[in-house]
């Protein structure tokens, strides 16, 4: 079994704190250097990997990974995986972020993915199969 770790990077340390409770391998994307051949690689590894995991914070700057994570849920919703946490370390989403991040959650699950709000409940799901709670 192996976990593709999706998601907010800037500095986020919620990899860090995932990785210590997983069971199971996982592929991490971040990289120093981002090249072309990085791309096909998190490509390939979103599609060959039994779970594709996103967790999104407010250290995030970008938004592509929201496009990613709705696309999954579309294509693999089996294996689609969403976390939001409204807190990463002195960040925090503001009620206008919360309400979105809500409706995008709202859209994974009726795709037919999971939504999450604990790295906890990742690790257990991810590691036992126990349905996400």
Known sequence: MK???GGTCNG???RDE???MLEIDYFNPVVDDWTPDCQAEEEKQRKQC???LYVLTPKMKGVYSIAE???DSNKRPEKTILCVLEEDEKSKFDEHQIKS???VIKMVKENGGKAVKSLKSI???VNTKEKIK
Request: glycine share 0%; proline share 0%; with cysteine.
């Open 101 to 103: 991040m809500d409706q």
């Open 3 to 5: 976990v593709f770790l």
């Open 18 to 20: 995932l990785i210590e």
């Open 50 to 52: 039994d779970f594709c």
């Open 12 to 14: 986020s340390k919620w």
């Open 123 to 125: 690790a257990t799901y």
């Open 69 to 71: 994570v709705v696309d």
